[in-house]
Structures are given as structure tokens and as C-alpha cells.
């Protein structure tokens, strides 16, 4: 799977849009782009994916650039609970297919 | 919906026994399941891979041994870690997914082994 590159941490004022940027810049063209975000002491929770087009759900938004190197995910209105680390990880959907997490962006939401 | 439970949440046992964990996915049938664990400040770091009726594979460095895993059926997998020390309390992480489909991830089991 490639490798991603997400800044270590980040803040964000409570109301406000996070903009979480992740980079893939080796990404293949069968290699999905996945967000994950685990908050203290809990299990990683699934927020969004997608592969070329941008997609949104109830949690949030993900930008995927035209030429797939890198994504933005958006939070559009951060609250404290939205405090937490925040993975982007890119993945072939294949059965056995394992996520790799690296370090991810911590992000703290401040009121 | 994509549910995922463990059980024990936490667990306290002493150095030598053997603890069971349990991951099961409630509402869809996982035909694969992966087990994690993350020490404290560091990322998850996956284990071991199992597919329903098969066994685990296990990833470099991860005691087949001592780390027994068994995924009976589409909706259960067990790991058991087999005559703990103290150094394998850790945060154990279960996730599963469907025919490669997203994981969803379990909360996690908080080992500590005195």
C-alpha cells in the first residue's frame, strides 16, 4: 500500500471547519483513499473513503485532488468531540487487505 | 449499522495465566477479521489476519504461540494470549470486514497483566 503523509498535529476553533490534508503522492490507481479517526482510549472509527470523486457523508468531506497525490478531509463545523487522532490511509479493497496506520494528525478542537 | 463488539472492555490478570478476547461483528458477516494492538502514545500495529474457517496469519515478529487466534465463524474471532507477561499489556484492537469492504474497528480491549 503507499505510504501517506499527514502533518503531526493540528487546532481548530469549535464551530469552525477542520481541513485535515493528507498526502499520497504514490498512490495506484486501484488504491482507495480511507479516514479513520480514534479517540482516546477507543477503537479507530470509519469516517469516509473514496477513490477519484469526492465524497460526503453525515461525518464529513473528502477532497480528493485530480490527480489522486493527495486529499483533504473536512470537518465543516468541529466540535470538542471531534477532538482526535485522525488517520489517512490508502488501501486496495482486496479481502485481506490490511490497513497500515502510521502516525496520523492529532487534531485539537479548542472552544 | 457495521458493529463491531469485544469483550472483555478491560481485563487485569496475573503474569502466566491465559486471557480470551472476544470480537464479534453484530450486524454483517465478517469474512475477515484483524487483530491490532497499540501501546500507549504509538499507532496501531497490526497482528494478525484471519479468515472465517482458516487460520491466522500471523505478521513478522507476532508469537503464533503465544498469540492463539480462531475465527470459527462469520460473525466470531477469539484471541487468546496464552501465559501473559507483563510486557503484552497492551491495547488490543479487533476490526472486521466483509469480502474486503471497509473494516470497522471494535473499542478495544485494555489488557494489563500484573
Known amino acids: 500500500d503507499a505510504k501517506t503523509t499527514q502533518p503531526p498535529s493540528m487546532d481548530c476553533a469549535e464551530g469552525r471547519a477542520a481541513n485535515l490534508p493528507c498526502n499520497h503522492s504514490?498512490?495506484?490507481?486501484?488504491?482507495?483513499v480511507y479516514w479513520y479517526r480514534q479517540i482516546h482510549s477507543q477503537g479507530p472509527q470509519y469516517i469516509i473513503h473514496?477513490?477519484?470523486n469526492n465524497e460526503t457523508n453525515e461525518m464529513a468531506s473528502l477532497i480528493i485532488t485530480e490527480d489522486r497525490k493527495s486529499s483533504t478531509l473536512i470537518l465543516p463545523h468541529a466540535t470538542l468531540r471531534d477532538t482526535a487522532v485522525y488517520y489517512c490511509i490508502v488501501r486496495v479493497r482486496d479481502a485481506g487487505n490490511m490497513l497500515t496506520f502510521g502516525g496520523g494528525t492529532r487534531l485539537m478542537v479548542k472552544p | 449499522g457495521a458493529v463491531v463488539s469485544q469483550h472483555p472492555s478491560w481485563v487485569i490478570c496475573k503474569s502466566g495465566t491465559s486471557v480470551k478476547i472476544e470480537c464479534r461483528s453484530l450486524d454483517f458477516q465478517a469474512t475477515t477479521m484483524f487483530w491490532y494492538r497499540q501501546f500507549p502514545k504509538q499507532s496501531l500495529m497490526l497482528m494478525a489476519t484471519s479468515n472465517e474457517g482458516s487460520k491466522a496469519t500471523y505478521e513478522q515478529g507476532v508469537e503464533k504461540d503465544k498469540f492463539l487466534i480462531n475465527h470459527a465463524s462469520l460473525t466470531l474471532s477469539t484471541l487468546t494470549v496464552t501465559s501473559a507477561h507483563p510486557e503484552d499489556s497492551s491495547f488490543y484492537i479487533c476490526s472486521a470486514s466483509y469480502l474486503g469492504d471497509t473494516q470497522y474497528f471494535g473499542p478495544g480491549t485494555r489488557l494489563t497483566v500484573l
Open positions: 473514496g477513490l477519484k
Open positions: 504514490t498512490i495506484s490507481g486501484n488504491e482507495y
